[in-house]
């Protein structure tokens, strides 16, 4: 059954540095979303992205995240300057195809990645 | 106010009982979703019911949507110590492309 994977499933970085976290949706889905989780904590939206735009983003998605599918099968997420509170476990998802009734509203989640930032 | 809160917080069951879990919401919606998450672990998908839908199946699954008290109850029958997981209702206001609302979740155990 296909699914999303993403990497690395854990990072630990120090404060300001730069992190990519990557993710491969579903091949055929259409729509792209980054939610994260801080520990403990629900799950809360950064950003969908559809097309290669973004469509709709959070207050939480500010300039120092950036979204990219440079190929593709890739999706990344960047943040540029790493700050303590940007440690949370951080999940791509994936919906929608042209087959998939209603254009699919059901997300399909990865395993997610670990960030510690220090 | 919270778009999702889901309740009880936490639910402990011997195995075999049949476990439900509540979630309220605030405003109109397109549909509501549950996932569970095991301990730090991905979202499973497991049920989506839409607006115009009242109840739906899927094996031991069963889910209600009542508009009218914006809420929904997630039902597991004859529950496994397998089923041991964190559960999650979202929200979607529209379709495809619209973001999910998550609540808190709740932790349920179940007890062989």
């Known amino acids: 059954e296909p699914e999303v994977t993403q990497t690395p499933s854990h990072q630990v970085t120090q404060m300001g540095q730069e992190v990519i976290l990557r993710c491969v949706p579903i091949?055929?889905?259409?729509?792209f979303y980054w939610y994260r989780q801080i520990l403990g904590q629900k799950v809360e939206f950064l950003v969908s992205?559809?097309?290669?735009?973004?469509?709709?983003k959070s207050e939480i998605f500010d300039d120092q995240f950036s979204v990219e599918r440079p190929d593709g099968s890739n999706f990344t997420l960047k943040i540029r300057s790493t700050k303590l509170e940007d440690s949370a476990m951080y999940f791509c998802?994936?919906?929608?195809?042209?087959?998939?009734?209603?254009?699919?509203?059901?997300?399909?989640f990865g395993p997610g990645t670990r960030l510690l930032v220090l | 106010s919270q778009q999702g809160e889901e309740d009880p917080q936490a639910l402990s069951i011997q195995e075999g009982e049949n476990a439900t879990m509540n979630c309220s919401y605030k405003?109109?919606?397109?549909?509501l979703q549950w996932y569970r998450q095991n301990s730090g672990r991905g979202l499973v998908h497991l049920i989506l019911?839409?607006?115009?839908?009242r109840e739906k199946h899927s094996g031991r699954l069963r889910v209600t949507l009542d508009t009218s008290k914006k809420s929904s109850s997630l039902l597991i029958t004859a529950s496994r110590a397998a089923d041991t997981a964190s559960y999650f209702c979202?929200?979607?206001?529209?379709?495809?492309?619209?973001?999910?609302?998550f609540g808190k979740g709740i932790t349920l155990s179940v007890r062989p």
């Open positions: 019911i839409r607006s115009n839908e």
């Open positions: 992205f559809y097309n290669n735009e973004i469509s709709e």
């Open positions: 091949s055929n889905h259409l729509y």
């Open positions: 979202a929200t979607q206001l529209t379709g495809a492309n619209s973001k999910l609302t």
């Open positions: 998802a994936s919906s929608g195809s042209w087959t998939s009734g209603y254009l699919g509203e059901t997300q399909y």
């Open positions: 405003t109109s919606i397109n549909n």
